[in-house]
């Protein structure tokens, strides 16, 4: 796959991240996705991170990333994003909506 194959990729990640399209996930990310941060409870693979990612879409649901840039060599891509949210939604049964945006990046 070509370096701006690869670009491609993470970019539609990032716009169906924004639009919550969650089930483009099935296309862009492979079934045995490694995510080496799982959160308490969350199952490996794809279905974990869209269970993840549908769980902070629930308690940020403006939740938007912009991509800065991106940087590829070889057939690896790195984005640096911001990330900007309203905390409006529980989060885990256990943090309830703060009200208060957030932007990381």
């Given at each position: 796959m070509s370096s701006e194959q690869n670009k491609s990729i993470?970019?539609?990640?990032?716009?169906?991240?924004?639009s919550g399209?969650?089930?483009?996930?099935?296309?862009?990310?492979?079934?045995?996705?490694?995510d080496h941060d799982l959160t308490p409870g969350q199952p490996p693979g794809l279905e974990g991170l869209k269970n993840f990612?549908?769980?902070?879409?629930?308690?940020f649901p403006d939740a938007h990333i912009t991509s800065d840039f991106l940087l590829e060599e070889g057939d690896m891509v790195v984005?640096?994003?911001?990330?900007?949210?309203?905390?409006?939604?529980?989060?885990?049964?256990?943090?309830?909506?703060?009200?208060?945006?957030?932007?990381?990046?």
């Open positions: 993470v970019r539609r990640i990032g716009e169906a991240f924004n399209n969650l089930a483009a996930y099935d296309e862009l990310v492979e079934r045995d996705f490694m990612l549908g769980m902070l879409r629930k308690a984005e640096r994003q911001t990330f900007t949210d309203t905390h409006r939604g529980e989060l885990r049964a256990s943090l309830p909506p703060a009200r208060k945006s957030h932007t990381l990046g």
